[in-house]
C-alpha cells in the first residue's frame, strides 16, 4: 500500500500525522511511505529523518498515486480532487463543523475514516487519538495559565512573609479536565474540579483534587454509554450554577473543557460569574471552537473584563507540535493493520471491524456514518 503523508494546511497547525519513528514501522509492516516536502518541520521533523526512516519525500507527497492519505486535520477541496476514487483518506475530519469536507469526499469516492469516531473500547485505546490531544491540551491548558497568571503557583513561606497557593477550578473533567487536575496539582495549586458525570468524583479525588458538585438523582445519571456527558436539564444547571457561583469568586485561575459531540459547547462560566473573579484570574476556555464555555471568550484572542484575563484556545496540542505529532501517529500506526489486508498489504479495510464501522464516513461514494447518511423511509 502507498500512503501519503501530507503537510497540514489549517493556519496555526503545526503537528505532522507521521514521525520518523511511525514510518520506519510502517514500511517495515511492507508499505511505502511517502512525505511532503516539509511537513513535519514545525514540529522539528526535518525531511532528513524522514528520508532516514524509509520515507520518500515528494512536492506533494504522493497523493496521487496514494492507496491511502494521512493528515491530522481535514483536507483542502484541492487535495480531496487528487485523492485518487477508491483510496483511503484518515484524519481528524471535525465532521459536525464542516459537513461540506465529507459530502466532497463522498462524492469523489473516498474511503474516509474520521478518527475522532474511533469507539471509546479497551481494544481502540491506542487508537484513540481525541483522549492522545486532550492529554496534552489540559497540560497545556494549565502551562498556559501559569504564563497569564502574575503570581506564583505552589505556597511559599519566605522570611518576607507566606504567598498563599494559586486555587484552580477545573470544569469538565475528561482526558483534558483530568491531566490539567494534575499538572496544576504539580504545580503546587489547590485544585477542585466539576463534571455532571459521577464517574469523575473518585478521578477527582485520586489526583488530591476537590470535586465540586451538586450530587442529586439527575446527576448520578449524567453519563452515556459512550462514557461522554449528557446535556443536562435546565432545573439541575440552575443548582448547579449557585453552587458554582459562589465557588468561582474565590478561585484565581478556571479552565474549563466541556464539550458534547456534535452541540454548541455548554455555558460554563457567565459573564457575571468571570467579573465576580479578583483583577488577575485567568479564565482558559478549551470549547472556544464550538461556541465556548464562557460567552466573553474569543477565539486565540486574549479577552480582559474588569482585570479578568480570558483566553480562549483552539488548538492547544498544536502549541506542543512534536510531542502532538508523536501521539496522533502512533494512533494512525495502531488503526493501520485494520485498514491493510495481511498478505497482500493492499488497501482493504475490515468492514465488519467495530472500529472500523464507528469510524467510517464515506464508502463507495455515499456517506455510511449513521449520523451524517441520508435518513431512509421506513
Avoid at 511511505?33 to 504522493?62: C, H, L, M, N, W
Avoid at 459521577?198 to 483534587?209: D, H, I, M, N
Amino acid at each position: 500500500m502507498k500512503i501519503a503523508v501530507l503537510k497540514e494546511s489549517a493556519p496555526g497547525e503545526t503537528r505532522v500525522a507521521a514521525t520518523p519513528e511511525t514510518v520506519k514501522k510502517i514500511v517495515g509492516l511492507g508499505h511505502s511511505v511517502t512525505v511532503e516536502a516539509g511537513a513535519g518541520a514545525r514540529a522539528s521533523f526535518p525531511d532528513e529523518q524522514f528520508k532516514a526512516a524509509g520515507a520518500e519525500i515528494s512536492a506533494d507527497g504522493g497523493i496521487g498515486a496514494a492507496d491511502l492519505v494521512v493528515k491530522v486535520r481535514r483536507p483542502s477541496d484541492a487535495e480531496i480532487g487528487k485523492i485518487k476514487a477508491g483510496s483511503g483518506f484518515v484524519s481528524l475530519l471535525e465532521p459536525y463543523g464542516d459537513k461540506a469536507t465529507i459530502d466532497a469526499l463522498a462524492k469523489a469516492k473516498i474511503e474516509a475514516l474520521a478518527m475522532e469516531f474511533i469507539p471509546r473500547i479497551s481494544r481502540a485505546q491506542s487508537m484513540d487519538a481525541l483522549s492522545s490531544q486532550a492529554n496534552l491540551a489540559g497540560y497545556r491548558a494549565v502551562i498556559e495559565a501559569s504564563a497569564l497568571y502574575g503570581r506564583a503557583f505552589p505556597m511559599m513561606m519566605t522570611a518576607a512573609g507566606t504567598i498563599a497557593a494559586a486555587k484552580v477550578f477545573i470544569m469538565g473533567v475528561g482526558v483534558a479536565g483530568l491531566q490539567a487536575i494534575a499538572t496544576a496539582r504539580r504545580l503546587g495549586a489547590v485544585v477542585s474540579a466539576t463534571d455532571v458525570r459521577p464517574a469523575t468524583k473518585e478521578q477527582v479525588a485520586s489526583l488530591g483534587g476537590k470535586f465540586i458538585a451538586v450530587e442529586d438523582e439527575e446527576f448520578k445519571q449524567a453519563e452515556t454509554t459512550a462514557g461522554y456527558a449528557k446535556a443536562m436539564s435546565g432545573e439541575y444547571q440552575a443548582k448547579q450554577a449557585a453552587l458554582v457561583t459562589e465557588h468561582i469568586a474565590k478561585q484565581d485561575i478556571v479552565i474549563t473543557t466541556a464539550l458534547i459531540p456534535g452541540r454548541a459547547a455548554p455555558v460554563l462560566v457567565t459573564e457575571a460569574q468571570a467579573k465576580s473573579m479578583r483583577p488577575g484570574s485567568i479564565i482558559i476556555d478549551l470549547a472556544v471552537a464550538q461556541g465556548g464555555n464562557c460567552p466573553l471568550s474569543k477565539p486565540d484572542e486574549l479577552v480582559e473584563v474588569g482585570g479578568v484575563k480570558i483566553m480562549g484556545f483552539t488548538n492547544l496540542p498544536a502549541r506542543l507540535a512534536s510531542d502532538a505529532s508523536s501521539l496522533y501517529a502512533k494512533n494512525f500506526l495502531a488503526l493501520l493493520p485494520l485498514l491493510a489486508d495481511k498478505e497482500s498489504k493492499a488497501f482493504a479495510p475490515a468492514w465488519d471491524d467495530e472500529i472500523i464501522k464507528g469510524a467510517m464516513l464515506s464508502k463507495g461514494g455515499a456517506l455510511v456514518h449513521p449520523h451524517f447518511a441520508p435518513k431512509t423511509a421506513a
